[in-house]
Structure formats: structure tokens, C-alpha cells
């Protein structure tokens, strides 16, 4: 055997090694968010039955909360089904961790701003331009989706939440 086919050789024995460690601690992190989110939904799911009554509302004050509970058991759920069942392509498996942790990074940026401008120019404005960040750092580069996607959003909240469920959000002291 020449030396280059021994060195190629032990490269992919060792990626594989590497490989199959790093597809077992993705599954173990699926699962154990997965069973994380269940438990922390059932557990706020049971805490709205004791919310009071309120005779003229038509959905009643837990509506809402239990159905983000059932959410995060549903997606919990999927997390656990994907975790053992799921097989992992390269990519997935950290060949690309360095973007990973770039966009990463931007994204918790993004929110520190909007958490911190948000009080100043309101909850919508600040909702889309926050919104407009995340997918262009998403690679996503199309005007009418970077437009669009956090337009339709800030109205859907509108019309859901000011006007159906009179809900009132952050205006911003700026147009106060």
C-alpha cells in the first residue's frame, strides 16, 4: 500500500468515527429538547385550568395559552420522532458550523436591538425591521419576501390581536 492510500484511508475511518459522534450527540439534543419541550408544555397546559371564568368571553382567557402549550408539544413531539428516526446528511452534521454559529450570533443580535429599540418606535415597526434582518441574514434576497413576509406578519397581529382580541401593543414613545 502506498503511503497517500493509508493517509486517505485513516481520513475516512477517522470522519466516519467523527461523523457518527456527532449524528449520535445531534439525535441525543433532538430528543432531549424534545422531551424538555413536552414536559414544559404539559406543565403550563395544567396551570391554565386555573384561570378564572369569564362568562362573556367567547374563547375565555386560557384559549391562548393552552393552545401555544399544545404547540410546544406538537413541535416537542416532532423533535423526539425526529431524534430517532431521522438520518442526518453532512451538512446537517457541522461541516458547515461556522455559518451556523455566524447566523447564530446575527440573529441574537437582531433581537438584542429589537428588544432595545422597541420601546422607542413601537411594536410594528420594530417587528418588521427586525423581521427584515432575520431573512436577509437568512440568505433570503428577494424585495418582495424582505418586504412582504414582515408586512403580512405586523398586519396579521393587527387585525388578531387590536382588533379581534383588543389586545394593545407598544406604540412607541416616539409617537406618543
Not at 461556522?98 to 420601546?119: D, Q
Request: hydrophobic residues 55%.
Amino acid at each position: 500500500m502506498k503511503v497517500g492510500t493509508i493517509r486517505s484511508l485513516f481520513f475516512t475511518l477517522s470522519w466516519k468515527k467523527s461523523h457518527s459522534w456527532v449524528v449520535t450527540k445531534l439525535k441525543i439534543a433532538n430528543i432531549a429538547s424534545g422531551i424538555v419541550s413536552i414536559v414544559i408544555g404539559g406543565f403550563f397546559y395544567f396551570l391554565t385550568f386555573g384561570f378564572p371564568e369569564i362568562e362573556t368571553d367567547l374563547l375565555g382567557p386560557d384559549f391562548l395559552p393552552r393552545l401555544y402549550c399544545f404547540l410546544l408539544i406538537f413541535f416537542g413531539l416532532i423533535l423526539v420522532i425526529q431524534g430517532v428516526i431521522k438520518k442526518y446528511s453532512d451538512e446537517e452534521t457541522g461541516i458547515q458550523r461556522s455559518k451556523t454559529i455566524g447566523y447564530a450570533l446575527s440573529s441574537m443580535a437582531i433581537v438584542f436591538l429589537y428588544i432595545i429599540i422597541l420601546p422607542y418606535i413601537g411594536f410594528y415597526i420594530s417587528t418588521v425591521l427586525a423581521m427584515s434582518a432575520l431573512l436577509y441574514f437568512s440568505k433570503i434576497r428577494k424585495p418582495l419576501v424582505l418586504v412582504g413576509v414582515p408586512l403580512g406578519v405586523a398586519l396579521f397581529i393587527f387585525i388578531v390581536f387590536e382588533k379581534l382580541l383588543k389586545v394593545q401593543v407598544p406604540m412607541g414613545s416616539l409617537f406618543l
